[in-house]
T-cell receptor, first 115, second 112 residues
């Protein structure tokens, strides 16, 4: 299995508080992605990174920010959590620079509940 | 219209049956295609990549039809352990970066 660690695995927080989720990889992959998964919507891309300090928005980026100061770490921050951000968050990595047919590999996910 | 569409199912099939899933995509510039399997409350795991000429891995066969913009997954001799959600994933190079777009998944339940 690809070396991807997400932390925390579970978190309950209150509306209006800031939350940061961490993704750590040991594969030296260039690309890192944050997805959220909700019933009826499947996996939706929040933000992604294609290198250190290189990030871009996905389809559901409002209310989220990201940072990547090192190849191995990709942080997702909810500046002021809302109940609509209750979800399961998955980090994924890939290395399409080696092969365009490079698949995604996922972390175990973070279950976030905003009360 | 969603970029990647799948029939959500559920598909309820008896053990030993053959079942097929289809997935359509709208971006004709899509480059790479994958099938993932996701068990309840777990992360998606790569089942197989899909190549232009079609490819097989044991009981699983994947095919790509670029002209009609769909991919398919065939599972032969279904096992109880095949019960899961199957996700279609399409990758494209957009503005110099790679994105992976997921279908919402097709649920399969194999019955004893």
């Amino acid at each position: 299995d690809a070396g991807i660690t997400q932390s925390p695995r579970h978190k309950v927080t209150e509306t209006g508080t800031p939350v940061t989720l961490r993704c750590h990889q040991t594969e030296n992959h260039r690309y890192m992605y944050w997805y959220r998964q909700d019933p009826g919507h499947g996996l939706r891309l929040i933000h992604y990174s294609y290198g250190v300090k290189d990030t871009d928005k996905g389809e559901v980026s409002d209310g989220y920010s990201v940072s990547r100061s090192k190849t191995e770490d990709f942080l997702l921050t909810l500046e002021s959590a809302t109940s609509s951000q209750t979800s399961v968050y998955f980090c994924a990595i890939s290395d399409p620079g080696i092969s365009y047919n490079s698949p995604l590999h996922f972390g175990n996910g973070t279950r976030l509940t905003v009360t | 219209r969603k970029e990647v569409e799948q029939d959500p199912g559920p598909f309820n099939v008896p053990e030993g049956a053959t079942v097929a899933f289809n997935c359509t995509y709208s971006n004709s510039a899509s480059q790479s295609f994958f099938w993932y399997r996701q068990d309840c409350r777990k992360e998606p795991k790569l089942l197989m990549s899909v190549y232009s000429s079609g490819n097989e891995d044991g009981r699983f066969t994947a095919q790509l039809n670029r002209a009609s913009q769909y991919i398919s997954l065939l599972i032969r001799d279904s096992k109880l352990s095949d019960s899961a959600t199957y996700l279609c994933v399409v990758s494209s190079l957009t503005s110099g970066t790679y994105k992976y777009i997921f279908g919402t998944g097709t649920r399969l339940k194999v019955l004893a």
